[in-house]
């Protein structure tokens, strides 16, 4: 397993509105479609959010994730990752329900708060389709609140479920923040750790940075981790070369960035997908199938969830 490589695809989030492009998994037959297609392309683990299917706007109602969640099911093998980040504006009673109700293989889990900071992303966009929009990409108060005990409440509401978690750092902070619930025993090894650059509010996405996050790890976890990383917007393929280069797994999706390429929209969550794995196998690596990737990760198998 030592060359074995895990992408994760996260296919829509709760950053992006669907005025920013006309490929953004809305409905759920789109969302169902686009996980299924990332994980034919290579992605051993789609990570998932719900929207609403009229407006686009982050829904995170269990009722919302139960038409796609069964779908993917049925065709495909993959590992499925809930959120429990939901949007930022919502609470964190609200964000850990589709987890609770579902019991997957693998929820999300951000260990820190930070400011979040979507306003540059304004200028982009010519016309809204949705008056939701605008007033929610050029808020500049949003705080993601994960206290400490926000962090807690999410690992006690699932603890008996057998679901791990993707950890998400946005910044050398969280890595800390993880460290004291593990001392806690609030968590077993193997931590499944995905450090994030380039989000306004949390660390950037220069070389240095990546490293930085990573010796930190390394310092903190020793070999009780597996480590994948992602990169917002532009950086995403930049910041998937050096994870597998230095021995990580990677992140990919429209959730992280709308783009293929320079001033090029991707078209599916599948085309980054392949874009990944053309980098990870040009450096003389193999991509993880989804049991691979469970075996890599000890996850409780698919069997064992409420999907």
């Not at 998932?48 to 995170?60: E, F, S, Y």
């Not at 999706?253 to 997908?273: C, H, I, K, M, Y």
Request: aromatic share 8%; with cysteine.
């Amino acid at each position: 397993m030592s060359r074995k490589v895990i992408i994760t695809c996260a296919v829509t989030g709760a950053i992006h509105t669907p005025s920013m492009s006309p490929y953004l998994p809305v409905t759920p037959q789109e969302i169902a479609d686009a996980a299924t297609g990332a994980t034919e392309a290579g992605a051993a683990i789609v990570h998932l959010h719900a929207r609403d299917p009229k407006t686009g706007q982050p829904d995170q109602s269990p009722e919302a994730f139960a038409p796609f969640l069964k779908v993917i099911k049925q065709r495909s093998n993959c590992i499925i990752n809930l959120t429990t980040g939901g949007a930022p504006t919502m609470s964190v009673t609200e964000r850990v329900k589709p987890a609770a109700v579902y019991k997957p293989e693998v929820a999300s889990l951000n260990m820190g708060s930070m400011n979040f900071g979507l306003f540059q992303m304004v200028g982009r966009v010519k016309a809204f389709k949705h008056p939701w929009e605008k007033a929610y990409l050029e808020n500049k108060d949003i705080l993601f609140r994960n206290t400490f005990s926000d962090i807690e409440f999410i690992l006690r509401t699932l603890a008996d479920s057998g679901t791990r978690f993707e950890f998400e750092c946005y910044d050398t902070a969280h890595l800390h923040n993880l460290r004291y619930f593990f001392d806690e025993g609030l968590m077993e090894a193997p931590l499944f750790i995905q450090t994030v650059f380039g989000l306004q509010g949390g660390i950037g996405a220069h070389p240095d940075e990546v490293m930085h996050m990573k010796r930190t790890a390394d310092r903190l976890f020793g070999d009780q981790y597996r480590w994948s990383a992602l990169g917002a917007g532009r950086n995403q393929l930049s910041i998937a070369a050096m994870a597998a280069a230095m021995g990580g797994n990677v992140r990919v999706g429209l959730e992280d960035s709308l783009w293929a390429g320079p001033g090029r929209l991707a078209e599916t969550n599948a085309e980054q997908v392949r874009l990944a794995r053309k980098i990870i196998e040009g450096l003389g690596l193999d991509i993880a199938t989804p049991d691979e990737a469970r075996e890599m990760l000890a996850l409780k198998g698919g069997d064992k969830t409420a999907i």
